[in-house]
């Protein structure tokens, strides 16, 4: 199931990548792929837990996209690449770390 989440990843951040704030569309995958993670591993995510993970998960992935892609902007097509990438990336990584911790 993370894999479809990394696909989806990958392909809203190839199709939006030019746009500006657009990594909002990619904080909303990752929140709804941890609550569908939770779900799936019949564990119980309270609204107030839910709130603080989207908050988070909006501050670490903002900060590590941002960083990872302000590197690599330097080079136009490499830049946009590397955006597609890092979203995969992050999702799949993230999704992995739900998952492990929503299995306990």
């Given at each position: 199931m993370i894999l479809v989440y990394t696909a989806l990843a990958g392909l809203l951040a190839a199709l939006t990548s030019p746009i500006p704030g657009t990594s909002?569309?990619?904080?909303?995958?990752?929140?709804?792929?941890?609550?569908?993670?939770?779900?799936?591993?019949?564990?119980?995510?309270?609204?107030?837990?839910?709130?603080?993970?989207?908050?988070?998960?909006?501050?670490?992935?903002?900060?590590?996209k941002d960083a990872g892609l302000e590197l690599l902007r330097f080079a136009p097509i490499l830049g946009w690449a590397a955006g597609v990438i890092i979203a995969m990336?992050?999702?799949?990584?993230?999704?992995?770390?739900?998952?492990?911790?929503?299995?306990k």
């Open positions: 909002l569309l990619l904080t909303g995958l990752e929140v709804f792929m941890v609550v569908h993670l939770a779900k799936k591993n019949n564990f119980d995510l309270s609204l107030r837990a839910l709130g603080f993970s989207a908050t988070a998960i909006w501050g670490i992935s903002t900060v590590l990336f992050f999702v799949f990584f993230l999704g992995t770390l739900a998952n492990l911790y929503f299995g």
